[in-house]
């Protein structure tokens, strides 16, 4: 069946960095584009990051642009958030999707001193 599970996030210092990763199965991931999203709480899910199937194409939230930077390895299944120069926030839930169909469980990200 179609997983996608999400590392741990953890707890991070402002301008910190943290890398989260995503390993999929379950489906042919090189054909879907990626996307990364975040919910905090009180808030909406958002779009963070998003990558076209090959990786030539990278959309970002304002919110992010220049910190962040998403990447994926079709030949292991995976997709990447790396996130640097981090704020209080960027305190959510991260969540990796499959486009347009598939969700992982989540992982907590708290930025705080």
């Known amino acids: 069946q179609v997983q996608l599970v999400e590392s741990e996030g953890g707890l991070v210092q402002p301008g910190g960095s943290l890398r989260l990763s995503c390993a999929a199965s379950?489906?042919?991931?090189?054909?879907?584009?990626m996307s990364w999203y975040r919910q905090a709480p009180g808030k909406e899910r958002e779009l963070v990051a998003r990558?076209?199937?090959?990786?030539?194409?990278?959309n970002y939230a304002d919110s992010v642009k220049g910190r962040f930077t998403i990447s994926r390895d079709n030949a292991k299944n995976m997709v990447y958030l790396q996130m640097n120069s981090l704020k209080v926030e960027d305190t959510a839930v991260y969540y990796c999707?499959?486009?347009?169909?598939?969700w992982g469980q989540g992982t907590q990200v708290t930025v705080s001193a």
């Open positions: 379950g489906f042919i991931f090189s054909i879907y584009d």
């Open positions: 990558i076209s199937r090959f990786g030539v194409v990278t």
């Open positions: 999707k499959a486009e347009t169909f598939a």
